[in-house]
């Protein structure tokens, strides 16, 4: 679906009729200043004793928290990426600020997220930001493909879950141009070497560049990955 030319009172009114209160904060990216909407009060919405207790447990809404990773990786497009007229996908787009700072740059963004209530709050950020329209994808990218290509894939703290590293790799060889590239931000949730591993043997070389960030008053190490396919732009094993 495509996101209608709608105001952003709209689309807040809209959010807030919904399961949550809408906060607005401004996030500094470099040459932009992102006005993004996200959950107020998240921390209420997360019962830490349900999700122990349970096998099965409902899945906090971890997209609606804005990842130091995401933060990192727009500020690396903001300053080091010219992506204006490429096709973008922002996989597991969360609030979807990484592709809003694609957006302004000039790019078509896609925005791709599991989640309806994600794709809402990005939508809505984008039109508040005064971005071209964009494109909303409601998929799960371990299970589903959307039948095009991209430019540029940004994933921002997409690696929390070793079952999905296969997948993800499998999406990106069939989502990404020939010539494109993958943008990660890796924060090291968990151990990521056998991604990286896989990513080497399905064909694909990448470039790491490592800043150092504050996060709850501790150290973070935040990885950015640039990812090509090797050779010639052909297709990866």
């Excluded at 899945?59 to 490429?86: F, K, M, N, S, V």
């Excluded at 141009?177 to 890796?186: P, R």
């Excluded at 990448?206 to 150092?212: E, I, K, M």
Aim: charged share 20%; hydrophobic share 45%.
């Amino acid at each position: 679906m495509t996101l209608n030319n709608t105001s952003p009172d709209f689309w807040s009114a809209a959010l807030r009729s919904e399961r949550y209160e809408v906060a607005t904060r401004i996030v500094l990216t470099g040459k932009h200043h992102i006005e993004l909407l996200d959950v107020a009060n998240l921390e209420a919405l997360v019962d830490r004793e349900a999700v122990l207790r349970s096998v099965d447990p409902v899945e906090p809404p971890y997209w609606a928290h804005l990842w130091t990773g995401a933060i990192e990786l727009a500020r690396h497009l903001d300053a080091h990426h010219q992506c204006a007229e490429q096709n973008v996908l922002d996989l597991g787009c969360g609030l979807g600020l990484v592709g809003i700072v694609a957006a302004l740059e000039g790019a078509r963004v896609t925005f791709l997220d599991r989640d309806a209530d994600a794709l809402a709050f990005a939508a809505a950020s984008a039109e508040l930001n005064g971005c071209r329209p964009v494109a909303l994808c409601q998929i799960d990218f371990t299970r589903e493909n959307l039948g095009r290509r991209f430019d540029l894939i940004l994933a921002a703290e997409v690696l929390y879950d070793a079952a999905a590293f296969t997948p993800l790799i499998r999406f990106f060889t069939m989502h990404l141009s020939s010539g494109g590239s993958v943008m990660l931000a890796d924060a090291h949730r968990t151990d990521t070497r056998a991604f990286y591993d896989a990513l080497t043997a399905c064909g694909y070389c990448f470039t790491v560049q490592r800043t150092t960030v504050r996060e709850e008053r501790l150290p973070l190490a935040v990885d950015i990955v640039t990812a090509r396919r090797s050779g010639d732009g052909g297709p990866a094993r």
